[in-house]
């Protein structure tokens, strides 16, 4: 499903290059649940941001799905996150404005799906969390672990392949970043969705299948947590 | 997803309340200034409109030089519509007449008297053919079927009438204590709400010329014509030009044989020769433009729109950069927002979109202000402008609102675009990574947008201060004469305008018994106007034409005059100086190249030169306000029979002023009965003089308050706003042990550096625009650089005062509290 081959990121600063990513190739299937972990300043996010076309390589091939990603213009782009990608934010960033039954809305009102339908789906999502009580109330109305729930709820609605999350449960305490670990367990193995989390915690790794370790920039581990 | 862009922009709103008011109510002055000029504007620019032919009609005067001294009359002999009827086919109708009449009308019915001073128009039998006004009542051309037929306005119909058909109704005319009253029968009735018309008049009847006799010809009048469709008026006009001016030479000439047919040049010949006419042309104006500026007006109306016009966009301007300044302020805390959405696939279009939806929503809130506020300040500004605005009555309406929603649309366009773009061109990864600042994006455009404003508004309050010394100097200015209670009483009776001073003893006697009455004189007009008459003066071989005032022998006495050399006129040497003295005044002294007084001058009297010997010389009088020069003055005692004393200029003394009038009201109408007196005081004359100036004082007063009051908005907003992104940095050197007055200097400084930017610009541009507003002036004062000093010092203490206000708060804030919460 996604394929790197030899990715770079660097800034160039007064002629010093600093680097970020280094030579980082790697191969993701559908259906697999990747953890990137690694040490602060190690370039995971960096990757993820790249993974998510929100930041575009220096240097190397993003394939996609089988299309050349780096080859893609904005637009075009736009389109594949529209339709096959959910973000997942360490700050939730759920939009302050809306309700959540509104901000679950608006990736839907981008794929321009029908009225009847998009309620539909709301309704179903919002079941599924068990947050139908919570549909009309604010963000700000909301604890943490309830925010981070909407977001993942917004980016499941609109039925992406792939779920990109950075550091989904940093700013939650353990017992609501366990939920949230087996939400994404749960979608894996039962919805066969795709996801890449970055995290720092050993424990959140296990949920996953495979953990890629980064240090500098560089891979330094690809191991699967099936085969320990 | 419209909806919801709505519901968005709607909390938006409520959520940053404060902002949302500063920006609405701003934008909602800068439309109502708009507006309420859109209305005057329409309303000056909508006279005569409805006549078909507008452009294609055509007032003709002849402007000529006749002895030395030019002659812009704007009437022309009636011989050019003769020649012009004869000559002309291009031109479909001419008419003649008067165009700027009074006329004294009153209804008695049923005991009930209704008296109105009406403009009236009485022009002849082709008047409708040139300026086709139509009866909504009645037939308009029945007017001239009989002498005594008129026709009236529709607002005059129901100020006289009431709601009755006015057709056939008697109206009374008093034609004045010398003729006898007159009754008239209203024929037809027109609707001038209709047919606005820029000669403004109630009533119609058709001129009477049979008492001209045979000198018709060579009497001059208002004289309008309109050309065929399709006709080249310029050329045809310069022909007229020639052909009149041949036709003015045989007449002259007193030759109207058919083969005495005299070139241009000849003709202009004969016209010196006969005449004295040295240079002779015609003027016309199309009736189109007259409202805006004629040939006779010192005072164009253009002037006035246009400095309204620019006033009011600056206005518009300065409320839409305080809009977009206030949204890039607010822009930071929608990054997210925009990150966000884009990340769940917002194209960029949709996000324009619904920052421009927002612009909109508070653009048409503010519309809906601004036309609250235009309503509620259209009588102040009528009282001001001296005009007969109304918004939602006027018949224009929907064109005004039509025009304002065009300018929303603009202020939508003008203010959304760029806080729309900034705002949709967040790149998603900064704005999600957490520490991103705006402020660093935007802040030089904002910048220069304070400056902008600032400059424009300081520059306003400058020029306020400057005028404000200039009317304030000519109020004070010592004008040759004492204008306070000093009176002037038309005598009525042609009579008693001619009367020798021993013949008027008897009235002033009357009118000295009232115990209010100081003094009294008279002239033929009054101190601080034209005296009508002018003579050439030649004294040692130079020619020098003058103003000539025929006064009483106490003129200058009672009036405040002063002689500075020589002696005034003396009642003991009456019989002397009433044929052989002369004063004149300094001006006159020096174009003259007189050194001392008791020298002989000669005044030409048209055949012969009479020599009269200057006693004294008058300290100058400003006769004519402070536009123009002193003009050389003679004052004489001489001559009763042709130089009518047709004023009586009294001194009052001070104390019970209203109750002396009064007396002398009362006293007068026992003296000329039959008419009630009519009088005007030296002051408000010249009140009137300067009044033009104070109206443009005051205006440019509340604009300049407007758009200060808006900059300052913003800068309140925008001051507050960065005083908030500021709070962590404020509590963490508050904590490094810096004091309030660090801080607040610490806060103030960005802003102070923009506001005496503006202050130099504004001081550049003031200093230009108020060289050429002083230019205007025979009399002023020097540029007062004061004022600008003061200006500049307050805006800059005001600025300090605003930004400290609002940066108290983070100022004040509790340290601890402040860091805890990162």
Same mark, same amino acid.
């Given at each position: ?75 075009? !782009? *736009? ?38 339908? !998009? ?28 925010? &981070? ?30 939920? *949230? ?14 996801? *890449? &989390? ?7 790794? &296990? ?11 560089? *891979? ?9 | =997803? ?49 006549n078909?032919a507008l452009n294609r009609t055509y007032m003709v005067a002849a402007d000529f030089t006749q002895n030395g001294a030019e002659n812009k009359g704007s009437k022309i002999k009636a011989l050019f519509a003769k020649t012009i009827e004869a000559e002309f086919p291009s031109v479909e109708a001419i008419s003649i007449g008067w165009l700027n009449g ?18 009236s128009v009485s022009m002849d039998d082709k008047f409708f053919a040139v300026y086709p ?8 051309q029945?007017v001239f079927?009989?002498k ?50 820029y000669f403004?008049f109630?009533?119609f009847y058709a001129a009477d010329f049979s008492i001209y006799g045979g000198e018709f010809l060579s009497r001059t009048f208002s004289t309008m014509l309109t050309f065929r469709d399709g006709v080249d008026a310029e050329s045809e006009l310069s022909k007229m030009n020639d052909a009149y001016t041949i036709a003015l030479a045989k007449f002259v000439a007193n030759n109207s044989d058919v083969n005495f047919k005299p070139s241009k040049q000849q003709a202009l010949a004969i016209l010196k020769d006969k005449e004295g006419i040295t240079s002779f042309k015609l003027i016309y104006e199309p009736v189109s433009d007259l409202?805006?500026g004629t040939f006779y007006s ?31 302020? #607010? ?23 619904? /920052? ?34 109304? #918004?939602?009555?006027?018949?224009? %309406? ?22 729309? /773009? ?19 994006? %935007? ?29 304030? /100097? ?56 034209d005296?009508g008459f002018n003579n050439d003066l030649s004294?040692?071989?130079?020619k020098l034409n003058v103003e000539s ?54 005044i030409d009297h048209g055949d012969d030169i009479k ?30 029979q042709f130089h009518?004393?047709?004023? %009586? ?96 200097? =610490?806060?103030?400084?960005? /802003? ?17 625009? =108020? ?52």
């Amino acid at each position: 499903m996604i394929k790197l081959q030899n990715i770079e990121k660097y800034y160039a600063n007064k002629g010093v290059k600093s680097y970020i990513l280094r030579h980082v190739s790697t191969e993701i299937k559908q259906g697999e649940f990747v953890s990137i972990m690694g040490p602060s300043g190690a370039g995971k996010s960096t990757l993820l941001n790249i993974l998510g076309m929100l930041e575009e390589p220096t240097y190397g091939e993003y394939n996609f799905m089988g299309e050349d990603v780096t080859a893609l213009k904005e637009r075009q !782009r *736009i389109e594949l996150y529209r339709n096959h990608i959910g973000f997942v934010f360490q700050a939730y960033h759920l939009i302050d404005e809306m309700t959540v039954a509104e901000n679950i809305e608006a990736p839907l009102l981008y794929k321009k799906i029908p009225g009847s339908e !998009r309620k539909s789906r709301i309704a179903d999502v919002l079941d599924r969390f068990n947050m139908v009580a919570k549909k009309d109330l604010f963000p700000n109305q909301l604890s943490g672990g309830q925010q &981070q729930l909407v977001g993942i709820a917004r980016a499941l609605v609109a039925q992406p392949s792939i779920i990109l999350a950075d550091e989904p449960t940093g700013n939650l305490q353990s017992a609501q970043a366990e939920q *949230i670990m087996e939400l994404f367990k749960k979608l894996n193995e039962e919805d066969g969705i795709t996801i *890449i &989390q970055v995290t720092h915690s050993e424990k959140n790794a &296990q949920y996953g299948s495979r953990i890629l370790t980064i240090e500098d920039g560089v *891979i330094k581990e690809d191991i699967s947590v099936n085969g320990l | =997803m419209f909806k919801l862009n709505l519901k968005i922009a709607w909390r938006n709103l409520w959520k940053n309340k404060a902002y949302s008011v500063f920006n609405i109510f701003g934008l909602a002055v800068g439309l109502a200034g708009f507006i309420i000029i859109l209305l005057y504007i329409n309303r000056e620019q909508g006279f005569d409109k409805w006549n078909p032919a507008l452009n294609r009609t055509y007032m003709v005067a002849a402007d000529f030089t006749q002895n030395g001294a030019e002659n812009k009359g704007s009437k022309i002999k009636a011989l050019f519509a003769k020649t012009i009827e004869a000559e002309f086919p291009s031109v479909e109708a001419i008419s003649i007449g008067w165009l700027n009449g009074n006329a004294n009308l009153r209804t008695e019915t049923n005991g009930k008297v209704i008296k109105e001073k009406l403009s009236s128009v009485s022009m002849d039998d082709k008047f409708f053919a040139v300026y086709p006004l139509t009866a909504i009542n009645g037939r308009m051309q029945d007017v001239f079927r009989d002498k005594n037929a008129i026709a009236i306005s529709k607002t005059a119909a129901l100020k006289m009438f009431g709601e009755e058909n006015p057709i056939n109704k008697v109206l009374i005319q008093n034609r004045g204590l010398n003729e006898k009253e007159q009754e008239l029968v209203v024929k037809a009735v027109w609707d001038d709400k209709k047919q606005p018309s820029y000669f403004g008049f109630d009533v119609f009847y058709a001129a009477d010329f049979s008492i001209y006799g045979g000198e018709f010809l060579s009497r001059t009048f208002s004289t309008m014509l309109t050309f065929r469709d399709g006709v080249d008026a310029e050329s045809e006009l310069s022909k007229m030009n020639d052909a009149y001016t041949i036709a003015l030479a045989k007449f002259v000439a007193n030759n109207s044989d058919v083969n005495f047919k005299p070139s241009k040049q000849q003709a202009l010949a004969i016209l010196k020769d006969k005449e004295g006419i040295t240079s002779f042309k015609l003027i016309y104006e199309p009736v189109s433009d007259l409202n805006l500026g004629t040939f006779y007006s010192t005072q164009a109306k253009r002037t006035t729109i246009n400095i309204l016009l620019a006033l009011a966009s600056f206005l518009v301007i300065i409320s839409c950069i305080n809009y977009t300044n206030l949204s890039l302020v #607010l822009a930071q805390k929608r990054a997210k927002e925009v990150g966000v959405k884009k990340v769940l696939g917002a194209q960029k279009i949709n996000l324009l979109k619904q /920052f421009f939806a927002e612009t909109a929503l508070q653009c048409i809130i503010a519309y809906l202000f601004a036309l609250i506020i235009a309503e509620l300040l259209v009588p102040k500004v009528n009282n001001l402008l001296d005009t007969q605005l109304s #918004l939602f009555s006027s018949s224009n %309406i929907s064109l005004v609102l039509g025009q304002a929603l065009l300018i929303l649309l603009a202020v939508i366009a003008m203010a959304g675009a760029y806080p729309a /773009f900034v705002l949709a061109g967040f790149r998603p990864v900064k704005v999600l990574k957490g520490n991103f600042n705006t402020a660093k994006h %935007i802040g030089s455009l904002r910048k220069v947008l304070v400056v902008c404003q600032f400059t424009i508004a300081i520059a306003l309050v400058i020029s306020f201060m400057v005028m404000l010394a200039q009317l304030e /100097f000519m109020r004070n200015k010592d004008l040759g004469l004492n204008k306070s209670q000093l009176m002037t009483l038309d005598i009525g009776n042609f009579a008693k305008r001619n009367l020798s001073p021993a013949a008027f003893q008897s009235i002033k006697d009357r009118l000295l018994a009232i115990s209010g009455v100081d003094d009294l004189t008279r002239a033929t007009e009054e101190p601080i106007n034209d005296s009508g008459f002018n003579n050439d003066l030649s004294f040692a071989g130079k020619k020098l034409n003058v103003e000539s005032r025929f006064v009483d022998v106490n003129y200058l006495k009672v009036i405040g005059g002063k002689v500075v050399e020589g002696r005034d006129f003396s009642t003991d040497l009456i019989a002397t100086d009433s044929v052989q003295s002369i004063l004149l005044n300094e001006t006159a002294f020096a174009k003259l190249g007189l050194t001392s007084v008791n020298q002989q001058i000669g005044i030409d009297h048209g055949d012969d030169i009479k020599q009269f010997n200057v006693i004294g010389k008058v300290k100058d009088i400003q006769a004519y306000g402070f536009e123009h020069e002193v003009v050389p003055t003679v004052y004489l005692v001489a001559d009763y029979q042709f130089h009518w004393r047709r004023n %009586i200029i009294l001194r009052l003394k001070p104390e019970n002023i209203a109750s002396t009038i009064e007396e002398i009201k009362k006293t007068w109408m026992e003296i000329e009965p039959g008419r009630d007196p009519i009088y005007s005081f030296a002051d408000e004359t010249f009140q009137k003089m300067n009044k033009a100036y104070e109206t443009s004082n005051k205006v440019i007063f509340y604009f300049g308050s407007l758009t200060l009051i808006i900059s300052l908005f913003g800068l309140i907003g925008f001051a507050a706003y960065s005083a908030e992104i500021r709070t962590r940095e404020v509590a963490l050197r508050r904590i490094l042990g810096a004091t309030t007055a660090n801080l607040l200097n =610490m806060l103030n400084k960005d /802003f102070l550096w923009l506001v005496i930017i503006a202050n130099i610009f504004a001081d550049v541009l003031a200093y230009v625009y =108020m060289n050429k507003w002083f230019a205007g002036f025979a009399y002023r004062i020097p540029m007062p650089f004061e004022m600008f000093f003061t200006a500049n010092l307050s805006i800059i203490v005001i600025t300090i005062l605003t930004v400290s206000w609002q940066s108290l708060r983070a100022v004040n804030s509790n340290p601890a509290s402040v860091l805890k919460a990162e």
